[in-house]
């Protein structure tokens, strides 16, 4: 019985090949940022963990919804930039003071009722407090934060966020 094994022999291109699929994969991985930077305005959690009223983003823009969602939060409390960005508006609409910022990626997060410690125009880092809760006005006690990507283009902003982990209790 023949023990011998003649040896596997690889071509010298096949190694060049691996080599530089590996380096072009590590170049492309270096610098990656993950997908959901964005925080929690009331918490600076990457998860949301009060929500007290969820998005119902109409269809059509004049329909009727929610553009945004409510997140508890009690008056004086600081109210954080949900991601890096530039203070868009500061100012009150239909008399709620709002706070709104536009982010790298072409976001723009309003805060409602904010009572701003920022101006326009000034660069604010993720989890900076860019104002504190007002008291409360009409249906909610809580923070309204909205999120949109264009002109009128509203997204939940719950999305920017990573999904909340569940984690089931053992029985005793």
Same mark, same amino acid.
């Given at each position: ?64 919804? !929610? /553009? ?5 939060? /009690? ?14 508006? %500061?100012? %009150? ?46 249906? !909610? ?25 569940? /984690? ?5």
């Amino acid at each position: 019985m023949n023990t011998s094994h003649s040896p596997v022999r690889f071509h010298p291109l096949h190694s060049l090949i691996a080599v530089l699929s590996a380096v072009v994969v590590l170049i492309l991985t270096a610098g990656a940022v993950p997908a959901f930077a964005y925080v929690d305005p009331t918490t600076g959690s990457s998860t949301a963990t009060n929500v007290t009223r969820r998005a119902d983003i109409p269809e059509k823009n004049w329909l009727p919804g !929610h /553009r945004g969602v409510d997140l508890a939060a /009690r008056t004086g409390q600081d109210i954080s930039s949900s991601e890096d960005g530039v203070v868009a508006y %500061v100012g %009150v609409i239909a008399g709620v003071p709002v706070v709104s910022v536009d982010h790298p990626d072409g976001i723009r997060t309003t805060y409602q009722p904010v009572h701003a410690t920022v101006s326009v125009g000034d660069e604010v880092a993720e989890g900076q407090p860019i104002g504190r809760m007002a008291p409360p006005n009409g249906d !909610h006690d809580g923070l309204h934060w909205g999120a949109r990507t264009g002109k009128d283009a509203y997204i939940n902003p719950l999305s920017l966020l990573d999904a909340p982990q569940i /984690r089931l209790k053992p029985l005793p």
